[in-house]
Nanobody
Framework: QLAESGGGLVQPGGSLRLSCTIA????????IAWYRQAPGKGREWVAS???????NHADFLQGRFTISRDPDRNLVYLQMNRLKPEDTAIYYC???????WGQGTQVTVSS
């Protein structure tokens, strides 16, 4: 139902855009969130987008990440700028109303 893509290895200060492809039968009816889990840590909320496009981001991001959705293409994006080594984690998209999770995509920030 959910599938992430776009992760990879990037140098500090670089950018990546993650994509979450959502099954068409759930895309328009569900808010979507991005979470991440760093090695040895719990899963933490990163950002959310409502069915109507309203957005919220975690304060610790300090404006570096932006969530958006393209309902016509059943996609939710996470644009990540000014990446730091502490952003290294597996990033997951999540549909909370149906408790669905993707398989995750690895983001590694390292020189």
């Amino acid at each position: 139902q959910l599938a992430e893509s776009g992760g990879g290895l990037v140098q500090p200060g670089g950018s990546l855009r993650l994509s979450c492809t959502i099954a068409a039968d759930i895309s328009r009816r569900n808010p979507i969130a991005w979470y991440r889990q760093a090695p040895g840590k719990g899963r933490e909320w990163v950002a959310s987008v409502t069915r109507n496009g309203g957005i919220n981001h975690a304060d610790f991001l300090q404006g570096r990440f932006t969530i958006s959705r393209d309902p016509d293409r059943n996609l939710v994006y996470l644009q990540m700028n000014r990446l730091k080594p502490e952003d290294t984690a597996i990033y997951y998209c999540h549909a909370p109303l149906i408790n669905a999770w993707g398989q995750g995509t690895q983001v590694t920030v390292s020189s």
